[in-house]
C-alpha cells in the first residue's frame, strides 16, 4: 500500500504557533512546490477563528492542486460548517477511551461516544466528500492498556458508517518505535480499513514511530515541518521523508531539493529556529573533531550519510576549533599535508580557538594562513567550507514605516535564520549567517531598509 503524507502544520501546527493569513498562503504554495498533495487545515470556530482564515487558505490549496481536509469535532455544527468549503474532505473525532470520556467528556459511556463519531461521519459522508477520516483520539490507550479488541470493533463500525480510513492517533506519546510497530502491524492484520498514523513526540520518538507505521503499511502518515504541534509535536516532514527515502528506499513524491528552503521559510514566518539537533539544522553539517575534519576533506560520506550530502546539503563545513585537523588546513591552502609549516599554523590555530572558547572567525584564519604560510585563502573557499558567524540586527524604525514589508522582505533572504518584531528599545530583531561577501546580510539590509531605518546595532557572535 502507497502512503500518502498529510501535511497538518497549518492544523496541528497552529496549536504551537498561529500564523497571519497571507504567510499561510505563501506557505500553502510553497508545500504544494515541494511535493505535498494534501494538507490539512481547522475549520472555523466562529469567533475565534472565521470564514476569512479559512478560505483564502483553502483556494490557494486548490489552486496549487492540493486535497485539503477541513478538521473538526465529530459534531453536526463541525460537520455543517465543513460542508460549505469546496474541500477534498473533512475528519471529525473524539476519544473513547475511559480516561478521556471520564475526565474530558464529563462521564460519557463508550457507546455514546463511538455513536457521536458514527454520526458525524454518516453525516460528512451525506455531503459527498470524497475523504471522511474518523479519528479515534486517544486510540494508543486501547493497545497499551489491553483493550485492543476495542479498538477494533470501534474501527469496524466507522468503516461501516462510511469513514474513507481511520486515524488511530498515539495522542499522548505512549509508544516507542518497536510498539508503534507493533500496534499499526496487529491493527492490520485485524481489519481492513484504511489507517492513518499520527504519533505524538513526548519522547522524541514521534518520527521513528512514523517511519514504522509507514512501513507498516498505514495508508496516510501526518507531519510538520520541524515537527511543530501541541506540546513538542508530531512527525518532523524531513525526519520521516529522507529516513525512508535514504534508507528504505520509499519515496513519498517530496522533492528534497526544496526542502531546506521550504524549512527556512517557515521559521522565518513562524519565529522558529531548527534546533541544533535537527538533521537540516547548520550544525548538522559541520564537523568538528580533527579525525573526521582529516577524513571529511576527501571522504566526507565516512562521517556524514552519501544521501545527505547529495540531497541536503552539498558539502560539509568545518569548525576551526582547537580540534581541527592539519590535513584540512592543507585543503584550504592548497599545500602538501606533509609540509611542517602546515602543521604548526593548524597548532597556532588551535591554540587561539582555546583561548577563545568557541572557535576562530573567518578574519582569524585568514590572518593566521597569511602571517604563517603566505597564503591568501579564497573568500569563496572559506563560504564554501566555513561554518557562518552569526549576527544579530536590532533595528529602530521609523514608526511610520511598514513593518510587515520588512517582515515579508526577509523571509525570502537565504542568510536570515529568523526575524522577530518587538517591542521596547529596537523594533525588529534579526538573526542571520555573516558572510565575507559584500553583499552580506548587514549591507544588503542597511541598503534595502535604509528610508526606515533610525537605528541599526549589529552584534556578532564568537
Known sequence: MTTTLLDTTLREGELFRVLKTGAKVELVRRLADAGLKRIELTVDYPPRTTREDVEPVLKAAKD?????????????????????????????????????????????SLEEAVERLVEAVSLAGSYGFRYVRATVEDASRFFVDGEFQTLVSVIEKLAEA???????????????????????????????????????????????????????????????????????????????????????????????????SLYSFFGKIAGLRLPWRHPLSDEAKTLRAGVHQAMAVEKPEGYMPKKKLELDFGNPVFHIGVYTSHRLVAMLTGLDPGDPRVRAATETLAQRARERKNGLRYSDLRDVLKSMLDVDVSPDVVERYMKHERVYLLAKLNPQYDVEKILRELAAWDDVENVDEVYGDVDVVVVGRLTSSRDNIVERFRTFFAEGIEDLKVLVAD
Open 64 to 108: 496549487c492542486g492540493q486535497e485539503t481536509v477541513l478538521h473538526g469535532r465529530a459534531l453536526k455544527q463541525d460537520v455543517e460548517a465543513a460542508a460549505k468549503y469546496d474541500a477534498y474532505g473533512v475528519a471529525v473525532y473524539i476519544s473513547p477511551t475511559k480516561l478521556h470520556r471520564v475526565h474530558k467528556l464529563h462521564g460519557m
Open 162 to 260: 462510511g469513514a474513507s480510513l481511520v486515524s488511530v492517533p498515539d495522542t499522548a506519546g505512549l509508544l516507542s518505535p518497536r510498539t508503534s510497530s507493533q500496534f499499526i502491524r496487529s491493527l492490520r492484520q485485524s481489519t481492513s480499513t484504511p489507517l492513518a498514523a499520527h504519533f505524538h513526540n513526548d519522547y522524541g520518538m514521534a518520527s521513528p514511530n512514523t517511519v514504522e507505521a509507514i512501513l507498516e503499511g498505514v495508508a496516510e502518515a501526518h507531519v510538520t515541518l520541524m515537527g511543530v504541534g501541541d506540546r513538542n509535536g508530531i512527525a518532523d516532514l524531513y525526519e520521516v521523508v529522507a529516513t525512508l527515502e535514504d534508507i528504505h528506499n520509499i519515496h513519498l513524491g517530496v522533492d528534497r531539493s526544496k526542502v531546506r
